[in-house]
């Protein structure tokens, strides 16, 4: 983003944002801190994986973009955002950290939230749909391989494109929705989520956990999902009217996607 679009900022209901990794070498924490700068929000809801401390637990990473980006999320609080905080699998077992913020956020396990159109939408990580959809074990462990290769290429090739001064490009993302079997994945986790909403009686689910930003309707129901920033660089917003949008970097003033009634590959 050039400092043209720094100097202005687009106000919305609430910013849904899950899946930031700070703590993993490869979190995109530059371009988050730009993002937030830019996003003026009356409530902010963190839905989990914020803080990464299953990797740090392997490997201790953290750098001062990743403290700019705790700093920026704190500063919003003071500012008058209600934060509220969801943890998710890579972040659930930090009791401590959580605790610390319950003085600034709110924790909970689970938020239902009430867009100002009156839709009931259930806030979750999503690692709760785990266990009903799975795949083989070699093929879980093959693509697991892959994918931390891939994404140590997509950071790297990323970080040369902004010293470029060229926009953030989501190749995870392309690869991912060009492979069948991560496609379906994908297809069973959104339809589990939608199915598990609809039978609590909410309106929708807003998750993460996939790091698969999309936003459409499942048989009625509104399946939101923030994605991530690792891959894809995205996050979700209630307008003030109440409209539900995909922001992506670097385009975060202007809308991915609205609600849509199929799965679209909308990786760009």
Known sequence: MTSGHAKRSVKVRTLFLSD???GYKRARARELSEFLAGIDAERIVLV??????????????????????VRALLAKRRSGARVIYIPGNHDASLAMFAEFLSGQ???HRE?????TLGQRLLVCHGDRFDGIVTCAPWLEKLGDALYYM????NHSVNNVRRRLGKPYLPFVERIKLGIGPSVRYIERYEEAATRHARAEG??????????RANLRQIDGTVYCNTGDWVESCSALIETLDGELQLLRWPNGRHPARRTTTRLVADAA
């Open 150 to 153: 891939v994404v140590a290429a």
């Open 105 to 107: 956020f709110e924790v």
């Open 111 to 115: 938020w239902v939230h009430r867009t």
């Open 48 to 69: 989990g994986d914020i803080i990464d401390a299953l990797s740090m637990g392997q490997r201790f990473f953290w750098s001062a973009e990743h403290t700019d980006v």
């Open 20 to 22: 930031i990794h700070l």
């Open 202 to 211: 909410y309106d929708g689910i807003v998750c993460g956990h996939i790091h």
